[in-house]
């Protein structure tokens, strides 16, 4: 087959086009600008397009289908001329369904956790050599890509996220993959660019319930109450299977969780991880591996890439990074490193980076985000506010909206770095919250905060 993508260097496009490209499906892509690391690894396969821009000469009627990302635009000239030729377009969910309907679909639903639920699944089935399809958005040890794809395997595990397909189909993403086995691991209001409201928002999960195959498994997260109400309401004709987290217990800075053999030693710590790991279990247990070699396998799961990934420690200080930015997640990160390292000076620092976060009304939710770190810290940047073309975020605002009054509020990258490394560390955990770079901050410089 001859596919080609419009806007190939996207984080997820580009894995899905060396997937295909490694399935032996003839690959090509256009886009106006492609970063690392998507510019070289397209370049190693041969697939980095010559040249950046919209070429239209480049729609041909031989293309068997055309993939749409979600960063091009309705009025893309690729996507016109495609439309002209009446050839096959798919969003990116559209594809992957087209690739796995005759598969056993395992799909990540969630506010939260599903990047790591997901990776916990992969790892686990990578450890006892199980070959399964599957598309995570992280890159993970041991994996080539976030997609893979394959002929023979039985089972397709997919990372099911809510957000929109793409330009010209504006369904979530999770809606088209009509999972055989579903999980819902929480729901916290997420997305308001595209969900205006809570009750919108919610109302995805339940339609996204309602798209499991008949007979097929929910399992969800009962500790979430919202989750645990509409997995209780739904009457589809499905099997419906609880999970809460496990009763663990942290010994000098080691987190053991409780298993029928007794306590076991993991390396992922926090309430919240170990609520993803009893997702993960059913899962697993649900695509034929037993609860012995579940335990056995996870033990040396560190986490996905972005989630809680330890930049760097020595014999009193520890650095972390994460990708947290919504209010739920960002309450969970904190408490779970406050909960690791009690007897240190947790300083937590958040960037507000998102749509979401950077909306006035917004704000409100972050209320009690921040309580468990010793030191809060906000940055911001009122240039991101102007891009994104939302309306101004006062540092009065924010200062109001966390509910701390000895919250401490950054708007400049040069200050907030600076701020950064005249810190005394000794004896503390510094954690770095952002789906972005504080405005430019190296991330391997911090390493030397910890030396």
């Known amino acids: 087959m001859r596919i080609h993508f419009i806007a190939i260097g996207g984080s997820a496009m580009h894995n899905l086009a060396l997937a295909l490209h490694q399935k032996g499906y003839q690959i090509t892509g256009s886009d106006d600008a492609i970063f690392e690391p998507s510019k070289t690894r397209l370049e190693k396969k ?17 293309i068997d289908a055309v993939i749409l990302g979600m960063h091009a635009k309705s009025d893309n000239p690729e ?31 969630g506010s939260h956790g599903k990047t790591t639920i997901t990776s916990m699944i992969l790892h686990v089935m990578h450890y006892h050599n199980i070959e399964v399809d599957y598309m995570v958005g992280a890159q993970l040890e041991g994996f080539d890509t976030m997609v893979h794809l394959t002929e023979e395997n039985d089972f397709m595990v997919l990372e099911g996220d809510e957000y929109l397909s793409s330009p010209t189909d504006l369904r979530p993403k999770f809606h088209l993959y009509q999972p055989n086995i579903a ?48 997995a209780e309401a739904a009457t589809n004709p499905i099997r419906k299977l609880s999970y809460a987290t496990p009763d663990y217990k942290v010994e000098n800075g080691k987190t053991m969780l409780s298993t029928p053999e007794g306590y076991m030693p993991i390396e992922v710590f926090g309430a919240h991880n170990l609520n993803n790991l009893a ?94 770190a010793d030191v809060a810290v906000v940055f911001y940047s009122p240039d991101a506010v102007k891009i994104k073309r939302l309306e101004e975020v006062t540092y009065e605002q924010i200062a109001q909206s966390f509910k701390r009054d000895d919250l401490i509020i950054y708007t400049s990258p040069q200050d907030f770095k600076a701020y950064l490394f005249g810190l005394n560390l000794d004896n503390s955990a510094l954690l770095l919250m952002s789906s972005g770079n504080y405005g430019g901050l190296n991330f391997d410089e911090v390493k030397n905060l910890i030396q």
């Open 46 to 62: 041969g697939l980095l397009p010559a040249q950046m821009g919209w070429f239209a000469e480049k729609i041909t009627p031989d």
């Open 79 to 109: 996507l016109m001329c495609a439309q002209e030729l009446g050839l096959k377009i798919y969003s990116y969910p559209e594809f992957l369904y087209e690739q796995s309907k005759n598969k056993t679909r395992v799909v990540i639903g």
């Open 183 to 230: 999980l819902i691991s929480g729901i916290a209001w997420d997305h308001i660019n595209v969900f205006p409201t809570y009750e919108n928002y919610v109302e995805q999960f339940e339609i996204f319930i309602q798209k499991i195959t008949p007979g097929g498994i929910l399992v969800y997260n009962e500790n979430d109450s919202e989750v645990k109400r509409i």
């Open 279 to 372: 997702g993960a279990k059913w899962i697993c247990q649900n695509m034929g591996v037993d609860e012995a070699d579940f335990y056995e396998a996870i033990a040396s799961f560190k986490g996905a890439s972005k989630r809680l990934e330890k930049i760097a420690e020595s014999s009193n200080k520890v650095a972390y990074k994460d990708f947290a930015h919504s209010p739920s997640k960002v309450a969970a990160t904190t408490k779970a490193v406050k909960e690791q390292y009690p007897d240190r000076t947790l300083v937590a620092c958040l960037e507000l980076h998102t749509y979401s976060s950077l909306n006035a009304e917004f704000l409100k939710e972050y209320q009690g985000a921040l309580d468990a």
